[in-house]
């Protein structure tokens, strides 16, 4: 059964930094890009960050460019995003995702991802 974890999210101040972590299990993603999307209430699930199998190449949602860093760990089957300089609208619930289906390449629509986390909050006060 596979399974994605993500951890890390919690309740910080504007300007703080959080790292969130994906962790997967039950099967290897490496050839494969991983991705985080993020979905604040009363909005649709909006992409974030993505990275493809290596890490070579990465793209970013243009509000969190600068900001927000995709990083993976392909032994230990993990993604990571840190985010630093963290605004109030930056608090949503975080999901991570892989997907099976895109070897070798990158996606930034949530449609082509088919495994999910639980997500994780992440809340910015002012």
């Known amino acids: 059964q596979v399974q994605l974890v993500e951890s890390g999210g919690g309740l910080v101040q504007a300007g703080d930094s959080l790292r969130l972590s994906c962790a997967a299990s039950?099967?290897?993603?490496?050839?494969?890009?991983m991705a985080w999307f993020r979905q604040a209430p009363g909005k649709e699930r909006e992409f974030v960050a993505t990275i493809n199998w290596n890490g070579g190449s990465t793209s970013y949602a243009d509000s969190v460019k600068g900001r927000f860093t995709i990083s993976r760990d392909n032994a230990k089957n993990t993604v990571y995003l840190q985010m630093n300089g963290l605004k109030p609208e930056d608090t949503a619930v975080y999901y991570c995702?892989?997907?099976?289906?895109?070897?070798?390449?990158?996606?930034?629509?949530?449609?082509?991802?088919?495994?999910w986390g639980q997500g994780t909050q992440v809340t910015v006060s002012s």
């Open positions: 039950g099967r290897t993603f490496s050839p494969y890009p």
């Open positions: 995702a892989a997907s099976s289906t895109l070897p070798f390449r990158l996606s930034v629509s949530q449609y082509e991802y088919n495994f």
